[in-house]
């Protein structure tokens, strides 16, 4: 187990993915975030427990020397972390298990309460509550996620954040319910909509911002998801652009391409969604 870096943030390798340990419990007295799960670069950082997540006249004993994206993270003597925001040079008064620097978006990764979440900064949070980041009341459960990954890269970025659940009988559907979510921020702070497309081609009525399980998405803007259907989980393909549909209906749309004099191989879809 590593406490955070007397660096702090700088100590770290590049943030892919921030995770909690969710076999632990308060009963165990303190706390594990993951940065880089199960990668050559995971950093397991030991957090204790906390009853107050707002302070006043904490004293700073550790910072990074320079701001980033407007925002410099800051160790406290109480062990937690927070903000100094560089317009005003002030210390903001939220705090968290463990804080890093704010993203060219405008967003930075945080945990508390064992949750992970994008914080923005105004420093209100993408709750898994909710569709619209909303303000941190300390008082409060912090209701995020167990992992959140960086945003992906292409025209439409996107950051994967998911929940682990477990299946449960539901009488009314009269089967098995995965009640893991996942969702996809975009840079505006919301949950991206994904509507469906099939052969009768979009649908405008409905649309979806949560699914049982995702992946990230690639540099292409496409993904794999599953979506859970009357106690069935459905397999679909999702574009960055907003759609999802079953594997045979993006066969259907879909022309493979090859590349003269390369032969690399791309597909393009037959229309525009």
Same mark, same amino acid.
């Given at each position: ?6 660096? #702090? ?24 975030? #993951?940065?880089?799960? *199960? ?13 107050? =997540? ?9 910072? !990074? ?12 003597? *109480? ?19 463990? +804080? ?7 967003? +930075?990764?945080?945990?508390?309460? %064992? ?9 209100? =949070? ?12 300390? !008082?409060?459960?912090?209701? %995020? ?27 009314? #559907?009269?089967? =098995? ?6 969702? =996809?921020?975009?840079?505006?702070? *919301? ?20 699914? *049982? ?26 574009? +960055? ?12 749309? +879909? ?19």
């Amino acid at each position: 187990m590593d406490k955070m870096p007397k660096t #702090i943030i700088s100590g770290l390798p590049e943030v892919k993915t921030l995770s909690v340990n969710r076999s632990l419990s308060d009963k165990d007295g303190y706390r594990e975030y #993951i940065v880089n799960s *199960s990668t050559s670069e995971q950093t397991v950082i030991t957090t204790g427990l906390y009853n107050s =997540y707002v302070g006043s006249d904490d004293d700073v004993i550790e910072s !990074e020397e320079e701001f980033t994206n407007g925002f410099k993270v800051v160790m406290l003597n *109480s062990g937690q972390f927070g903000y100094v925001r560089e317009s005003d040079n002030r210390l903001l008064p939220n705090r968290y298990d463990i +804080a890093l620097n704010f993203n060219e978006y405008g967003f +930075a990764m945080v945990g508390r309460d %064992g949750r992970v979440s994008w914080v923005n900064s105004e420093l209100k =949070y993408q709750s898994i509550l909710s569709e619209e980041m909303i303000e941190d009341d300390p !008082e409060d459960r912090f209701t %995020g996620w167990e992992v959140i990954h960086s945003f992906s890269e292409g025209e439409e970025p996107l950051s994967l954040m998911s929940k682990t659940g477990r299946r449960e009988y539901r009488e009314e #559907i009269g089967g =098995y319910y995965d009640t893991s979510t996942c969702s =996809y921020l975009t840079i505006d702070g *919301s949950k991206k909509k994904f509507r469906k497309f099939d052969e009768n081609g979009i649908n405008r009525e409905y649309y979806s911002t949560r699914f *049982s399980y995702g992946e990230p998405f690639n540099n292409r803007g496409t993904s794999k998801v599953l979506l859970t259907m009357y106690g069935e989980n459905k397999e679909y393909l999702i574009l +960055a652009s907003g759609y999802y549909m079953n594997i045979e209906t993006f066969v259907n749309l +879909a022309d493979v391409v090859t590349t003269p004099d390369t032969d690399s191989v791309s597909v393009v879809l037959k229309i525009k969604l």
